[in-house]
């Protein structure tokens, strides 16, 4: 009995370049996805992003220095995980719901370090978490950077139309406060 014939093979979805670049691209598309939604509904990130960012931030630095000492010091990319706690010093050395100049400079700061910081530490610690992970450059690096920058842009978008996909009930029964402008109506997206 004979094997029938098979044409050329397929690229195989398994292999490890194609899994790491899923990976890297879907731990930073769902970690991001969220503040980008949030700053379209609601035109602020929510405050836990941000608090969730430096928690992590700051555990992976305390973790290099930490393994490491001094020689992570001279890696100026292990610097950057210092951003959100910048932030936090800045912000609590204002007052709390001011509306002045150095405020917004604060928000904004606040809004970059979260919109790229959150999938650069998400590549980063893919990289520490997955084995050969750390091979994804050049090409790759770039697709993965590029598919999460559309999920990302995608989820703003998304944010400011959600009066066409959602309703007021959705965000309140997802425990969010329902954003001007929200349809009225049933729940979109819970069983009738």
Not at 164 to 189: E, H, K, Q, V, Y
Request: aromatic fraction near 10%; glycine fraction near 10%; proline fraction near 7%.
């Amino acid at each position: 009995m004979t094997e029938p014939t098979v044409g050329p093979p397929e690229r195989d979805l398994l292999d490890d370049e194609t899994r790491h670049l899923a990976v890297a691209a879907v731990a930073a598309a769902a970690i991001g996805w969220w503040p980008a939604f949030t700053l379209g509904v609601y035109g602020v990130i929510f405050f836990e992003q941000i608090f969730s960012l430096w928690a992590v931030a700051t555990t992976v630095f305390v973790v290099a220095v930490v393994t490491r000492g001094r020689r992570a010091l001279r890696r100026p990319v292990l610097w950057t995980l210092l951003l959100p706690s910048l932030w936090l010093v800045v912000a609590w050395s204002l007052p709390v719901g001011g509306t002045s100049i150095p405020h917004q400079v604060l928000f904004w700061f606040g809004v970059v370090v979260t919109i790229l910081g959150i999938p650069a530490m998400a590549a980063l610690l893919v990289r520490l978490l997955v084995p050969g992970a750390e091979r994804l450059q050049g090409r790759s690096a770039l697709l993965a950077g590029g598919v999460v920058l559309a999920v990302l842009v995608a989820a703003f978008v998304l944010g400011g139309q959600h009066p066409r996909i959602l309703t007021c009930d959705d965000f309140t029964i997802s425990g969010n406060f329902a954003p001007p402008g929200c349809s009225a109506g049933t729940g979109s997206t819970e069983l009738g």
